[in-house]
């Protein structure tokens, strides 16, 4: 899956994305032998300062009607998403999100819908008071939301979305156990030590854990065991 990034701070976003799994899940690997692993997912930036005509490249003006702020003007970002997908001829395989509080609720079950029904996907983020309207006119753009509250910016969201549908991407995490919405937990876990001391208290692992009675653990992980206390 290819994931193209509209922002005008894409060196936040960069950051995140090529650390740890999301990093690792971008690039070619050397396996056992001669075979190489390739790449799970791509991701690719483009700044809307890079395509603004204006000679001092603001991407950004009054809005039509007044009001606070500024918004985001439509050219450099359609010339930013044309640049990522315009020429790719299977749109059907392309989904376009606009980051916004109002928008719908991204949820586990939209990420593994993206993965499914896209290989391109198209994040982006505003910034100011929004982004003439006419983007997601001209796209067929979908608003998404990460939350019921309001941020200084879409990235937060782009990143939240892409390490979302990521993980459902077949590779990126190292077994498909891996995928808490696959299994059933009850969102507990422990490691050593077996006992832990923190300010003159002691702090015991469950004794389900520790006793090798795997029907038993598999059940309190469920849920469906009995918790015992610590």
């Not at 030590?193 to 653990?217: F, R």
């Amino acid at each position: 899956m290819h994931f193209h990034i509209i922002s005008i701070f894409p060196d936040v976003c960069q950051t995140y994305l090529e650390s740890g799994v999301l990093g690792r899940a971008q690039k070619t690997e050397k396996g056992q032998g001669a075979k190489v692993k390739g790449k799970k997912m791509q991701v690719s930036y483009y700044n809307p300062r890079d395509y603004s005509t204006d000679t001092k490249k603001r991407i950004d003006d009054r809005p039509y009607g007044g009001g606070p702020g500024m918004v985001m003007r439509a050219e450099p970002i359609l010339k930013a998403w044309q640049k990522a997908v315009g020429r790719k001829k299977n749109h059907d395989k392309i989904k376009t999100f606009i980051m916004s509080p109002r928008g719908y609720m991204f949820d586990q079950a939209k990420a593994r819908s993206c993965v499914a029904e896209y290989e391109h996907i198209v994040l982006i983020c505003g910034r100011y008071e929004g982004i003439d309207d006419r983007v997601k006119q001209i796209l067929k753009a979908e608003e998404i939301s990460v939350g019921d509250y309001v941020l200084t910016g879409g990235e937060l969201p782009a990143m939240t979305i892409i390490d979302a549908v990521a993980r459902n991407i077949p590779g990126v995490l190292g077994t498909f156990e891996s995928l808490e919405d696959e299994r059933d937990t009850n969102g507990q876990s422990f490691t050593r030590p077996e006992v832990l001391k923190y300010k003159s208290e002691e702090y015991s692992v469950p004794a389900v854990l520790v006793k090798g009675d795997h029907k038993a653990i598999d059940a309190w992980r469920s849920g469906k065991g009995k918790v015992e206390a610590f």
